[in-house]
T-cell receptor, first 113, second 115 residues
Framework: QQQVKQSPQSLIVQKGGISIINCAYE??????FPWYQQFPGKGPALLIA?????SEKKEGRFTISFNKSAKQFSLHIMDSQPGDSATYFC????????????FGKGTTLSVSS | GAVVSQHPSRVICKSGTSVKIECRSL??????MFWYRQFPKQSLMLMAT?????????EQGVEKDKFLINHASLTLSTLTVTSAHPEDSSFYIC???????????FGPGTRLTVT
């Protein structure tokens, strides 16, 4: 019930291409879905987040698509750049104080130039 | 805004000694902070939830007597690894939320190496 399943484990995309990472959750009480970007040796940085009242959220080249009925959400990185090469984690939680995030296993993205 | 710092960024200690890691919210107050552990090429594993002015809540399998957490103020939580052993070597990361809304912001992490 608490799991967040993330795929693929790794992804190689050419510069300028679209990177797509998918996540699925089980707990219907989850109502906050963030994506984090992590570079080696650094802490995760909040990239973009969505709540169930919308089906899509876009910030620059990053878009979250959310399908509440399927309990799935995905991250799309448009015009992928070598600087986007990092590990991406999806997460889920209940949007309230004191609630920890449940993380997916992560996706290592490599953007080739 | 929403900056979380950690100190130290790296620490090397000898087996059997104790190490303290600080987590500070620099521009907001946080009633709750979270401590995570991350092994190489793996995801973040929640260790404990740190509550200001009260005892921390530990996840199953995390030894509370080994990983001491103190949240003495609304901007500072500390994690002390007591009697550290090589298997405690890991990347420790804290997070906090200025909420509402309850976005969590992570510190830069502390690399602990126990020799």
């Amino acid at each position: 019930q608490q799991q967040v399943k993330q795929s693929p484990q790794s992804l190689i995309v050419q510069k300028g291409g679209i990177s797509i990472i998918n996540c699925a959750y089980e707990n219907t009480a989850f109502d906050y879905f963030p994506w984090y970007q992590q570079f080696p040796g650094k802490g995760p940085a909040l990239l973009i987040a969505i709540r169930p009242d919308v089906s899509e959220k876009k910030e620059g080249r990053f878009t979250i698509s959310f399908n509440k009925s399927a309990k799935q959400f995905s991250l799309h990185i448009m015009d992928s750049q070598p600087g986007d090469s990092a590990t991406y984690f999806c997460a889920a939680s209940m949007d309230q104080a004191g609630t920890a995030l449940i993380f997916g296993k992560g996706t290592t993205l490599s953007v080739s130039s | 805004g929403a900056v979380v710092s950690q100190h130290p960024s790296r620490v090397i200690c000898k087996s059997g000694t104790s190490v303290k890691i600080e987590c500070r919210s620099l521009d907001f107050q946080a009633t709750t902070m979270f401590w995570y552990r991350q092994f190489p090429k793996q995801s973040l594993m929640l260790m404990a939830t740190s509550n200001e002015g009260s005892k921390a809540t530990y996840e199953q399998g995390v030894e509370k007597d080994k990983f001491l957490i103190n949240h003495a103020s609304l901007t500072l939580s500390t994690l002390t690894v007591t009697s550290a052993h090589p298997e405690d070597s890991s990347f420790y990361i804290c997070s906090a939320s200025p909420g509402p809304p309850y976005e969590q912001y992570f510190g830069p992490g502390t690399r602990l190496t126990v020799t």
